[in-house]
């Protein structure tokens, strides 16, 4: 991935085995150009706002789209997704949430706080591919979206 | 300030760290027996002054009334010995001497009078000449010394004399009225004394009525017996000094005095009246215990329906102080249980946040390495099947059933354990809509069954939608599983009423099963097929327990292998009207 490219997905996921299967899935689903990894909340929130989070210095990146894990360690997911809506700087950034539970509690919190999709990553993993064709389809669509 | 607030500061009062304050029991029943002792005693003395004083003043009435009456016989005696003295022939007879004419004329006196003794007449010197009825013997003797005479020769005025024995025999007692018998010219010249007998005149004291043990005594000026029904007049005469109620009544005046009688006996109640003029005077004498027995008795009952009050107050002080005190310690009791309570449902809480936040990282760490294996497991399947041998592929797709299974036992588990937590939120459920609903959302994953299901018109409930699904959907889902081998599956879902209770059902004439086991239908992992035959995790008529049971309800079936199964299940809070 060359690196003066700017990132286009930002996947924010901490479990080595499910990067590999996303970046898999999204790869057999030809999404897979520009994807930069972070393995947790505060690696996430660097990575688009700088060191400095609070200045917005000249290392902020901002990606086209965010897959964001629930369950992170350091700054959890629903943290990340907070800061991201809550900065008008960020707001438009479509943010998927990834979870590997159901829990009502968790998509609830999620929709409140502005996000734009959610999957269940299942333990079936031909659902999960499924779920990332849709989310190439998706991709694409936003891709064309004139967003900058 | 309210009864409540009132009551309330005397709980505080009288309960101190959940024991009765004695001391302030002991002054409260103090204040409250005060007015109570404090009016009997008042009411007490009062009644006593008043019935003593009324008791007095109808003994001293009495002594009045025989005082006013002894005095107008005394007058009648004086008016008759002055109307006899007086008569001209009489008065002409004397002063010529001849004292046996002249008591002649006087003869009828004492048959007409017949309190009269004898009359008889006496010169001015006290000599006594004339008599009738005769008594020869006292002729010609001088009675100078005599009281009547001193009296009546001290101003030669008619005079009442003292009560004496008579000279002659039988010596009973007497008392003269000697009036002076005048010439023309007004020179004494002679004494006319009519005796007379103490008992006759003075019959009328014994019928006076003052009660029981009570009687009037006449004494003269002197202080001597006149009349006393316990001395006969007959008898020696008793001297005053021996009787108190005569010596110490003062001679000139009335009242009354409490006195002992000298014989030591009781005490006596005395009133007393002289008679103006004459100087004798009416006592009248009574036991005291007998003079104020009235008063006494209606003390009694005083005093005994003050002890009743007394004791009525008390009790109800009691009663006030035991009930206010109880539930003081009642509601202190019901505090701590509260307080109790309330750290146990704060440690319910706590374990329940940990057992969620424990489920919670179960439902997403679990989950994570599952998705590795069977992520990974396709990858090699789909990518790498070539490099594999058709066994190798096979036991691949173990690996991978075998993953999503767990994944499904996770998920049945964290579902179980949730819907135990969940606190109830109950409203009216149509409850033939949700089976419905239910019913028809599994119908549509039945691709190219026959199916034969009804829903019957269900009496509504109390209960939680959410919950009450999961119900519907697992047995209704168990039912559509164990009735896959029938050509036609037929599906009921009805209500009964038994004894008034409403029991819904479904029924299926599925597989059905051996009802040996029915104990262990509803426990958790616990099944009675094998997975080949009919998958599952055994978790399904766990959750449909524990969702019955949170209702208040009861869940069990009726079974026989090959015959289909009915569950049955109530509800607390069923509507038996809709």
């Known amino acids: 991935m060359p690196d003066n490219e700017p990132v286009e997905i930002l996947l924010v996921e901490d479990n080595p085995n499910d990067v590999d299967l996303a970046l898999h899935a999204l790869k057999k689903n030809k999404v897979s150009n520009r994807i930069q990894v972070v393995r947790d909340g505060e690696e996430a929130l660097d990575f688009i706002f700088g060191k400095d989070s609070s200045s917005g210095g000249p290392s902020e990146q901002r990606p086209k789209m965010v897959l964001l894990d629930l369950k992170l360690p350091k700054v959890d997911g629903l943290e990340v997704l907070r800061r991201l809506k809550g900065d008008p700087r960020t707001r438009s950034i479509p943010v998927i949430m990834l979870t590997s539970s159901g829990e009502e509690s968790d998509i609830v919190k ?39 | 300030m309210t009864f409540k607030a009132l009551s309330d500061e005397l709980a505080n009062l009288l309960v101190k760290d959940n024991k009765k304050n004695w001391p302030v029991i002991v002054a409260i029943f103090l204040i409250i027996l005060f007015p109570v002792i404090f009016l009997a005693a008042l009411t007490y003395f009062k009644s006593r002054q008043e019935a003593t004083a009324f008791a007095v003043s109808q003994r001293q009435a009495i002594a009045y009334l025989a005082a006013t009456t002894l005095k107008e016989k005394l007058d009648r005696l004086t008016d008759i010995s002055v109307s006899l003295a007086s008569r001209v022939r009489f008065r002409q007879l004397v002063s010529e001497g001849k004292w046996e004419e002249a008591v002649q004329i006087l003869k009828s006196v004492p048959k007409d009078f017949p309190f009269f003794d004898r009359l008889f007449l006496s010169g001015p010197d006290g000599t006594l000449w004339a008599d009738t009825p005769a008594l020869l013997d006292v002729r010609g003797k001088n009675f100078a010394s005599r009281d009547w005479y001193r009296g009546v020769s001290q101003n030669w005025k008619p005079y009442v004399s003292e009560v004496y024995q008579r000279a002659a025999q039988p010596r009973y007692n007497v008392f003269a009225v000697a009036a002076p018998i005048t010439a023309e010219d007004g020179s004494i010249t002679g004494i006319l004394v009519l005796q007379v007998k103490v008992d006759f005149l003075l019959q009328w004291t014994k019928n006076i009525e003052v009660g029981p043990n009570g009687f009037v005594v006449i004494v003269d000026r002197r202080g001597k017996i006149a009349a006393h029904p316990k001395f006969p007049p007959q008898g020696e005469l008793v001297t005053y000094s021996k009787i108190p109620a005569v010596q110490k009544s003062p001679r000139e005046d009335k009242g009354a005095a409490h006195l002992s009688n000298l014989l030591g006996r009781e005490e006596e109640l005395v009133t007393y009246q002289s008679v103006p003029v004459y100087g004798w005077r009416a006592i009248v004498e009574q036991p005291v215990s007998d003079a104020f027995a009235a008063r006494d008795e209606n003390l009694k009952r005083l005093l005994t329906a003050y002890a009743l009050i007394g004791l009525i107050s008390c009790a109800l002080a009691y009663l006030i102080l035991r009930f206010i005190t109880e539930r003081r310690q009642s509601e202190n009791e019901i505090r701590n249980l509260n307080k109790n309570l309330a750290d146990r449902s704060l440690e319910v809480e706590a374990a329940n946040k940990e057992l969620e936040a424990f489920s919670y990282s179960v439902s997403h760490d679990l989950r994570a390495p599952l998705r590795a294996v069977d992520g990974f497991s396709r990858i090699l399947l789909d990518e790498h099947a070539s490099q594999l041998s058709e066994q190798g592929q096979g036991f691949l797709r173990r690996v991978r059933e075998n993953a999503v299974n767990m994944g499904q036992l996770i998920d049945d588990l964290l579902t179980f354990s949730r819907l135990s937590r969940q606190p109830l939120k109950k409203q009216n459920v149509v409850t033939a809509d949700l089976a419905r609903q239910v019913l028809d959302e599994l119908k549509q994953e039945q691709n190219g069954r026959r199916i034969d299901a009804s829903v019957a018109d269900l009496p509504q409930c109390e209960g939680d939608p959410k919950l009450l699904k999961q119900v519907f959907v697992n047995l209704l889902s168990n039912a559509f599983k164990y009735t896959r081998k029938r050509e036609v599956a037929r599906i009921e879902v009805g209500s009964e009423n038994i004894n008034g209770e409403t029991v819904y059902f479904v029924k299926d004439n599925g597989a059905g099963f051996n009802m040996k086991y029915a104990d262990k239908l509803f426990a958790v992992f616990q099944r009675l097929h094998r997975s080949e035959e009919y998958e599952g995790t055994g978790v399904g008529l766990a959750i449909v327990q524990r969702v019955v049971h949170r209702h208040g309800g009861r869940i069990w079936a009726e079974a026989a292998i090959d015959k289909g199964a009915s569950f049955y299940f109530t509800l607390d809070g069923v509507n038996a009207h809709a």
């Open chain 1, 110 to 148: 999620s929709y409140d706080l502005g996000v734009n999709s959610y999957i269940v990553k299942p333990v079936d993993f031909q659902q999960f591919s499924e779920a990332v064709r849709q989310l190439g389809l998706y991709w694409m669509v936003m891709n064309q979206a004139p967003i900058q």
